[in-house]
């Protein structure tokens, strides 16, 4: 009998972990079984969730020994079903959220050391609380876990200045696909023993082993913040607007958010308690997020400087700069909210691309013309993090038709046209989201083979047995090379 195919004895498993680390309770494993955009319902054959790297440790040895797959979890925000099995029932669901400790902040190294399953928000209070700054940010901050950012490389919308997460990533704790375990917390600035061990488990989507605990870049806290909402007629008048700020403002600029007024729209209509921040109806808006961490008012004056020239100009239509913290929130949470309120608008083909910066502008035009000429009646609507050259392109079905049988029909040849438009432009079908299960096929049909084969082959010498999130990211199903 095939090692796969016998029963594994997970009363073992059950002993380690106690009656809170091991679950086979249909209930319990219920809610992370399908994936956050709701589009694959998966099956474990148990959730283990584990409070220690021993438990780690013990869970994937077992795994390994038993040749299962495991699905590593944390808070399931996955935008492109990274996180949730398939539906052969034979996967372990290792939920990390158990392991949510911070372990240590050391001051002096502008460093803390945290467990997987912290939530990022937890993360943000712990380091204000010693008087620093977590500087990455993301919609998803209240269940998204540090492990998952990690292993996705998250991005958001706080990326500007500091990067994405592996930026921010100073050292990394992870269990290897054969139970090792590789500890390199100590957050050495400069480290030359030869391939980036700890780079090459950020992003890598579990699928080489399990991000236990990672210590993080903090940074300064802000003394002075200005956050705006500016109202202008192209993506190319904003980039211009980025450009200019950054001359006059050097690097103060940490956010610089692309609207269009299709998604405020939507967010005003579908999100209780909003409203538009500007008298002018403008084609597109930008929420800028400036600061310095001096005490002050001068970057308010500053930026009001730079704006009311752009006004004058007639770069610029309009704009509002947030008077209290309130009123920025206010504007932030207009900008977190457009994918929630796509989600009550229906279903969309939802595309994550990047190119060089200075191509999106005309990018996002173009492609947006060629999408709704192919496809009459559908909208696109390209929302984000335009500093970083990487937008939300997401489609949506004619108005008044069913999304989501528009999506069944169309779905696979709008996301086909709008991945070969990114090739074209020399860019990437995933800025910041990861390929998960979702990306999985497109991955594969325009990306280079020596990409592809490189990848395989670190994967192929790290996890020879696809245990490690099989069916994810790698084109080659993992699963297929199991002996
Ligand atoms: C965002 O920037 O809002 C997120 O990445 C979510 C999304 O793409 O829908
Ligand atoms: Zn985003």
Redesign the pocket.
């Known amino acids: 009998m095939n090692k796969s195919d016998a029963i594994p004895p997970l009363e073992e498993l059950a002993a380690i972990l106690g009656t809170r680390g091991f679950s086979r309770d249909p209930d319990d494993m219920a809610p992370w079984l399908t994936d956050w955009r709701q589009r694959y319902q998966g099956r474990a054959l148990a959730m283990v969730s584990p409070a220690t790297l021993a438990e780690v440790v013990a869970v994937v040895r077992f795994a390994a020994a038993h040749r299962l797959p495991i699905v590593p979890q944390g808070g399931n925000t996955s935008?492109v079903a990274g996180a949730v099995p398939d539906d052969s029932g034979r996967a372990l669901l290792l939920s990390m959220r158990r392991m949510n400790k911070i372990r240590s902040i050391r001051q002096a190294d502008n460093a803390m050391v945290v467990e997987a399953g912290v939530i990022l928000t937890h993360v943000h209070e712990a380091a204000l609380e010693v008087g620093l700054r977590f500087p990455l940010s993301?919609?998803a901050k209240g269940s998204a876990t540090i492990g998952g950012l990690v292993s996705t490389n998250a991005?958001?919308?706080q990326v500007l200045r500091f990067g994405p997460m592996r930026a921010l990533v100073l050292g990394i704790e992870a269990v290897l696909p054969d139970g090792s375990v590789i500890e390199s917390l100590a957050s050495l600035r400069k480290d030359n023993r030869g391939y980036d061990l700890r780079q090459l488990l950020c992003g890598a989507e579990g699928t080489l082993g399990v991000v236990t605990a990672v210590t993080l870049r903090l940074v300064p806290v802000l003394r002075q913040r200005v956050v705006a909402w500016v109202g202008l007629d192209s993506p190319q008048a904003a980039l211009d607007l980025l450009r200019r700020l950054e001359q006059r403002l050097g690097d103060s600029v940490e956010g610089f958010e692309l609207v269009p007024d299709i998604a405020l729209e939507l967010v005003l209509r579908h999100i209780p308690g909003t409203r538009a921040p500007l008298a002018t109806d403008c084609p597109w808006y930008v929420l800028v997020e400036c600061g310095a961490v001096t005490a002050g008012d001068e970057l308010q004056m500053a930026f009001g400087a730079v704006l009311e020239d752009e006004i004058n100009a007639g770069r610029v239509t309009d704009a509002m700069i947030a008077a209290n913290g309130a009123q920025a929130e206010a504007l932030w949470h207009l900008r977190?909210s457009?994918?929630e309120a796509?989600r009550h608008d229906g279903t969309a083909a939802?595309h994550?691309v990047s190119v060089a910066v200075s191509d999106m502008p005309r990018f996002v035009m173009e492609a947006a013309a060629a999408v709704e000429q192919r496809f009459p009646g559908v909208r696109v609507i390209a929302f984000?993090?335009l500093g970083d050259g990487n937008v939300?392109f997401?489609v949506r079905a004619a108005l008044g038709a069913d999304s989501q049988a528009w999506l069944v029909r169309e779905g696979h040849d709008v996301t086909a046209f709008v991945d070969d438009l990114v090739v074209k432009a020399g860019g990437s079908l995933s800025a910041?989201?990861g390929i998960g299960q979702i990306k999985l096929a497109e991955f594969a049909r325009i990306s280079e083979p020596a990409r592809l084969n490189m990848l395989r082959a670190i994967k192929q010498a790290l996890d020879p047995h696809g245990i490690m999130n099989p069916g994810k990211l790698l084109p080659l199903a993992p699963e297929d090379s199991i002996p």
């Open positions: 935008m993301l919609g991005g958001g919308t977190d457009i994918s796509e939802k994550d984000g993090h939300h997401n910041e989201h």
